[in-house]
């Protein structure tokens, strides 16, 4: 039961380019969605949230889409740097006093330098 | 900066044999979590705590299962029997509030069951 989607496994980009992480869920019940790093041998770090009243939310190079009805969220980054390179999850959290995420699969984002 | 911290980091334990995985959450934190990652799989959701109790638990976190808060810092993670499947990286989570503010994870216990 893949709620949460994310199609790429793995994107190359080249350093200073945009980087365009895509992210597909089923659960219409879900109003959080976030973005997460990983890199080897760490836990993963939180990047950045979207409330599903928004259709946009920008932190710096780090910006995620909501499509709601096409429901689809994506990350974007730019400029793309090296120290970008990670495994980016999307997640998603429902209403109705759940507090778990459910985890997309993972894209493996590698920069070029 | 605050951190979530996991101990230990590596535990190799032979099957059947009951493991505790360690967490001392951030300390203002209200909101525990424990997830699991099977190698090469996604991050899957084991249990939610708050005020000294289970919130929320998967069909993965069985009777073979358990938390607990045994004082005010320290959140463990118990597998009674451990089986070969349980071998997965554990991450502990705290979170100060719930909403979009996002959890703050450990660095993870690699757990390997042989």
């Known amino acids: 039961d893949q709620q949460v989607k994310q199609n790429s496994p793995s994107l190359s980009v080249q350093e200073g380019r945009i980087s365009i992480l895509n992210c597909d869920y089923t659960?219409?019940?879900?109003?959080?969605f976030l973005w997460y790093k990983k890199y080897p041998a760490e836990g993963p770090t939180f990047l950045i949230s979207i409330s599903s009243i928004k259709d946009k939310n920008e932190d710096g190079r780090f910006t995620v889409f909501l499509n709601k009805s096409a429901k689809h969220l994506s990350l974007h980054i730019v400029p793309s740097q090296p120290g970008d390179s990670a495994v980016y999850f999307c997640?998603?959290?429902?209403?109705?006093?759940?507090?778990?995420?459910?985890f997309g699969t993972g894209t493996r984002l590698k920069v070029l330098a | 900066e605050p951190e979530v911290t996991q101990t230990p980091s590596h535990q190799v334990t032979q099957m059947g044999q009951e493991v505790i995985l360690r967490c001392v959450p951030i300390?203002?934190?209200?909101?525990f979590y424990w997830y699991r990652q099977i190698l090469g799989q996604k991050v899957e959701f084991l249990v939610s705590?708050?005020?000294?109790?289970?919130?929320?638990k998967s069909e993965i976190f069985d009777d073979q299962f358990s938390v607990e808060r045994p004082d005010g810092s320290n959140f463990t993670l118990k597998i009674r029997s451990t089986k070969l499947e349980d071998s997965a990286m554990y991450f502990c989570?705290?979170?100060?509030?719930?909403?979009?503010?996002?959890?703050?994870f450990g660095s993870g216990t690699r757990l390997t069951v042989v």
């Open positions: 989570a705290s979170q100060i509030l719930t909403g979009g503010n996002g959890y703050t």
């Open positions: 300390s203002n934190h209200l909101y």
């Open positions: 705590f708050y005020n000294n109790e289970i919130s929320e």
């Open positions: 659960n219409s019940m879900f109003d959080y």
């Open positions: 997640a998603a959290s429902g209403t109705s006093g759940t507090y778990k995420y459910i």
